[in-house]
């Protein structure tokens, strides 16, 4: 049975226009009118930037953190348009960043390339990325770098990183306790309520002097 449509046109641009560069809305608007899906917006997550999802009867469904910068959030876009395309071809068939999907998510990047939407800095790195992409923009450090440096926030911005394990800090009111290192990802406990998070080693904790 097909979907009914969930969405218009005007409310997709109404939710990317001032969050995407502006010489990108057309592009990525272009991609929702290929194979439209439910998009919305999201407060920052700890453990994401985006995500994509889909159960049956339902909309294909993606999320973007609405406080990314707007060259992370362009790339987080079309990191979950390339696993919703991946989803529509292959189904369950695919790995979730294998192949398939890195296949397609550095095909739905070479336009933004092309149209030199990225400074240079982030166009070289992007382009380095491309040849093996990973599960997350935040997983290639030298990416990662060039993305920061264009985001004003990132100002003397103390990361989970930079401090030892088994320090205690904050992330929006809720305390943690860092714990190890895995891949880009750092295991934290909660103190509240003991539960474990994987945290962006990149995430924000605070501000030097």
């Known amino acids: 049975m097909a979907i009914l449509p969930f969405m218009h046109l005007a409310r997709v641009t109404e939710l990317l226009e001032g969050r995407v560069p502006a010489a990108s809305l057309p592009y990525c608007l272009q991609l929702w009118q290929e194979h439209a899906f439910h998009f919305s917006l999201r407060r920052s997550r700890i453990s994401k930037l985006g995500d994509f999802s889909w159960k049956p009867g339902h909309p294909p469904h ?12 362009l790339l987080t876009y079309v990191h979950e348009v390339a696993h919703h395309r991946v989803h529509l071809q292959y189904g369950r068939r695919a790995a979730p960043h294998g192949q398939e999907w890195k296949d397609t998510f550095r095909n739905l990047c070479v336009p933004l390339l092309r149209q030199q939407i990225f400074p240079d800095d982030v166009a070289q790195a ?60 750092v295991l934290c406990r909660e103190m509240s309520s003991r539960r474990q998070y994987l945290i962006a080693a990149d995430a924000v904790i605070g501000k030097h002097p």
Not at 64 to 72: F, L, M, Q, W
Not at 152 to 175: H, K, W, Y
Not at 178 to 185: A, E, F
């Open 126 to 185: 992007l382009e380095a990325h491309l040849k093996n992409p990973k599960a997350s923009s935040l997983s290639d450090p030298q990416l990662t770098v060039a993305l920061h440096r264009h985001d004003i926030r990132m100002n003397n911005a103390v990361r989970l990183a930079d401090i030892p394990e088994g320090s205690q800090f904050e992330i929006r009111g809720r305390r943690f306790m860092k714990g190890k290192l895995k891949r880009s990802r």
């Open 62 to 73: 993606i999320t973007v953190n609405a406080d990314s910068h707007p060259y992370t959030f």
